[in-house]
Every structure is written in C-alpha cells, then in structure tokens.
C-alpha cells in the first residue's frame, strides 16, 4: 500500500463530508485536521508540513495569525496550494502566495444555485414585505392587510451587476418571472452577456433604467466603495437594492440615507461591513430591509458542492494537474517547478 507523501491541512471548522471523504480514497494524499481550540504552534506545525491549505475564506472566522499573509507562508516551506474553502478568497493575500510559487484556488460557482435563490428570495420578500408582515403578526392586531400591501415582480426590471456564476442564474430565474434584464459586467463583452441572458448595459444606464439593481461583482479595488450616495441617488425613485456580493462594495450609511429619505423603497442585505452587523446597526432599524447574516451560498446542496469541488481541486492540484478554478495563474509554472522539486515529475495521464 502506498504511504501517504502528500499532505493536506484544514482547520476544524465545520465542512460538509464530501471533502474529507473524497479525499480519503487518495492513497498518497494525507488529511491532517487542526485543532482552533488547541496550541497555536500545534496548528503552525500541522501547516509547516502542508502541501495544500484548505482556508476558511471567512475574514471573521479565521485569526488573522492563520490567514495566508507573508508571515504564514514564511513557515510553509512546502505549500504549493492555498484553497479557499467557499467562492471568495478574502482571507488569502494573492499577491504574497504568488511571489511565493503558491497557487490559489476558490471554489467560484459552486454555490451559484444557492446565493441566485437567496438572492430572489430578498427581491420577493422586500417587494412583497414578506418580512414585516411576519413581524406584525407575530406582534400586533387590529391593522389592515392593505396597510401591508407590496408590489409584484412580475414585469419590474431587473439590473444585474456582474453576470458571473450566480449573475447569471439569476437572470434565469429572473426571465421565468417575466422580468426584463439589464446587466453590467465589465469582464465580459456584450456578446458574452447576451448569451447568458440580459440586454448589456452602462452602469449608467443600469441605475437609470432598473426596477431592482442586484450586486453579484467580486470585492476588488475597482468594486470597493462603488455604491455610494451618487450611485444610489441615480437609482429610480422606489427601486429595491440587493446585495449578495461582499460587504464594503457598498456605502452602509450611503444606503440608509437613501432609504430614511424615501428615495429607495427598500433593501435585500445578505452582506455587510464587518459581518455581522452590530445589532444597533442603522439599516437593521428600517421595517423596509430584509437582513440576513451572509447565508445566500448556505444551503446543504451548495455546501456539499463546495467541498466536492475543492477536494477534486485539492486532487488535481497534488497530481500535478492545472486546477479549472485558478485565481493566480502566473503563478502556476513556478508552482510546478517546484512540484517537480518535491514529487518530481507528475504522470500525464492523471485525472
């Protein structure tokens, strides 16, 4: 029987068994679980023999001694791969694993289905006021339904800004509803956003002409800060923002002006900055915002396909084999140089 050469580290947050699973019907590839409660330098030594990082993406989570900064690759002489356990990668310095000859991987689109249902889910329910006629039953009577009444979807139109994984399920879904879509990607030519289902627009024209705008851009340089108080004001009057992207792409207190003065009717919130929200939050105040705590990729069919995915990266990866989710691929001819160093040269026929 082969002994293990490879070595895969995770801490124990909680994962869906798919990853362990799948891992263990490698023979050469050793799973080691780190303890958060136990010694710290127990967790620096399970990572100092690390080929592969599986990393909590979660900023709030994961102590900032065991995110993947220069520091910490400083004490992993082995690590070829930081694989981030969910789509984003917030807790992962790109920058400082390329210089080190690291790959990064995240498992983008595996929970699309989950975050474009959740995603809805916040248009319907702010439109439809699903959450604060619950409230007012739970707690009062004597007022009228009419004192409740929303507004349909139904042939409202919808402004997608990234048309990504998930952007574009949510288009899907939208069309089914008969709703008109809009989208903004600047990654993406208009050929490409016509193809997945919306008519491409500015982001101009996106605030001017959308009923709803729906944020599902990646948190970057160019996306921080970007809504603020001038792109909520040139939003319509009355129109819904959604947001299951990334805290901080958005201004908060921006968007509780917006909302306290009535020049939006209301918000689906799924992110914030920092996460969770204190509970005197602002936004948390208005009856016309639904919250909820980053749960839109927290399903248990999108879990399992995240940890699916990022066990056969994890594979792929320790064979040698390019991974499909690549987030710094100048890295990668570096990463296999030094591959080759440690498990010499991989077999081509690995798959």
């Given amino acids: ?12 947050f909680w994962i869906d068994p798919a990853f362990d699973q799948r891992l263990a019907a490698e023979p050469d590839i050793a799973l080691r679980v780190a303890r958060r409660e136990g010694a710290e330098q127990d967790v620096f030594d399970a990572l100092a023999a690390a080929h592969l990082y599986h990393i909590s ?10 995110q993947a900064t220069d520091a910490l690759l400083a004490r992993c002489p082995d690590l070829l791969c930081v694989s981030s356990a969910g789509a984003g990668h917030d807790t992962v310095d790109v920058d400082a694993c390329t210089r080190a000859g690291v790959a990064v991987v995240n498992q ?7 975050v474009a249902e959740h995603a809805i889910g916040l248009m319907l329910a702010v439109s439809r006021r699903i959450a604060e006629s619950d409230r007012r039953l739970r707690t009062s009577r004597g007022y009228s339904r009419e004192s409740l009444m929303g507004h349909e979807v139904t042939g409202k139109t919808l402004g997608i800004v990234g048309i990504g994984h998930a952007g574009r399920r949510v288009a899907a879904i939208a069309r089914a509803l008969d709703m008109p879509v809009l989208a903004h990607d600047p990654l993406l030519s208009d050929d490409d956003i016509r193809a ?15 009923d709803i705008v729906s944020l599902h851009c990646p948190r970057d340089a160019s996306t921080l800060g970007s809504f603020d108080s001038r792109a909520f ?3 319509k009057p009355g129109a819904l ?21 009535g020049h939006l009717g209301g918000a689906g919130l799924d992110v914030w900055e920092p996460e969770p929200p204190p509970l005197s939050h602002p936004l948390l105040t208005l009856d016309n915002v639904v919250a909820t705590f980053h749960t839109a990729g927290v399903s248990h069919e999108g879990r399992r396909n995240v940890a699916a995915l990022g066990a056969q990266q994890a594979v792929a990866v320790l064979r040698g084999i ?7 691929p100048e890295a990668w001819p570096r990463v296999m140089a030094r591959y080759r160093e440690r498990f010499g ?6 798959a």
Avoid at 345 to 350: G, H, L, Y
């Fill in 196 to 210: 997945r289902g919306a008519e491409p627009v500015t982001l101009a024209a996106l605030l001017a002409r959308a």
């Fill in 322 to 328: 390019r991974p499909p989710r690549l987030v710094n």
């Fill in 345 to 350: 040269e991989p077999a081509r026929n690995a």
């Fill in 57 to 66: 993406p979660a900023k709030n989570e994961l102590p900032r001694a065991w």
């Fill in 241 to 261: 923002f959604i947001s299951t992207a990334r805290g901080g792409i958005h201004d908060e207190a921006a968007l509780h002006d917006a909302l306290a003065r």
């Fill in 1 to 12: 029987m082969t002994s293990p050469s490879k070595t895969v580290v995770r801490l124990d």
């Fill in 108 to 114: 983008i689109g595996g929970n699309a289905a989950s």
């Fill in 233 to 235: 004001g040139a939003m």
